[in-house]
């Protein structure tokens, strides 16, 4: 499993209140673009403009898929946001190509909350298919808080 890398700037908009995990509608969009600002822990807001995603066509949507929220709740002092898998499936032309999957919250005005990065460039052809596989059992965002 590759691992989800968190923005600084997700984590202080989670202190002041920028986010409602629970209700919001996630995107998660493909870039061939790295993150930026101090290896990206500082970039706030998702846009094509930042990173450019590939053309909405051939299977790919403009803006990313969005993910399926199967649980977002706490428990123990744990809260844990649980995403179902999202998967990419090419048509004629196919999608790419990308590196990163980028995960905002398209309900707070584009926040960004983290990154996959896959390590070189994936191109899908007609009818390949493309996993970003979410932790099922640790979620995709999980945050402690001490008793």
Same mark, same amino acid.
């Given at each position: 499993?590759?691992?989800?890398?968190?923005?600084?700037?997700?984590?202080?908009?989670?202190s002041?209140?920028?986010?409602?995990?629970?209700?919001?509608?996630?995107?998660?969009?493909?870039?061939?673009?790295?993150?930026?600002?101090?290896?990206?822990?500082?970039?706030?807001?998702?846009?094509?403009?930042?990173?450019?995603?590939?053309?909405?066509?051939?299977?790919? $949507? &403009? +803006? %990313?898929?969005? /993910?399926?929220?199967?649980?977002?709740?706490?428990? *123990?002092y744990?809260?844990?946001?649980?995403?179902?898998?999202?998967?990419?499936?090419? $048509? &004629? +032309? %196919?999608?790419? /190509?990308?590196?990163?999957?980028?995960?905002?919250? *398209?309900?707070a005005?584009?926040?960004?909350?983290?990154?996959?990065?896959?390590g070189?460039?994936?191109?899908?052809?007609?009818?390949?298919?493309?996993?970003?596989?979410?932790?099922?059992?640790?979620?995709?965002?999980?945050?402690?808080?001490?008793?």
């Amino acid at each position: 499993m590759v691992a989800f890398n968190k923005y600084n700037a997700f984590v202080d908009e989670m202190s002041k209140g920028g986010h409602n995990l629970q209700t919001a509608v996630y995107k998660i969009a493909l870039s061939n673009t790295g993150p930026t600002g101090g290896n990206g822990l500082t970039d706030a807001t998702w846009s094509t403009g930042l990173y450019p995603a590939p053309t909405a066509a051939n299977g790919y $949507t &403009a +803006g %990313g898929n969005t /993910p399926t929220v199967t649980s977002a709740a706490t428990a *123990s002092y744990i809260f844990k946001l649980v995403l179902a898998d999202s998967v990419f499936t090419a $048509t &004629a +032309g %196919g999608i790419g /190509p990308f590196r990163y999957a980028y995960l905002y919250n *398209s309900s707070a005005s584009n926040k960004l909350v983290g990154w996959y990065d896959y390590g070189s460039s994936i191109t899908l052809a007609d009818t390949e298919t493309f996993t970003v596989d979410y932790d099922p059992t640790n979620g995709a965002v999980q945050m402690t808080m001490t008793p």
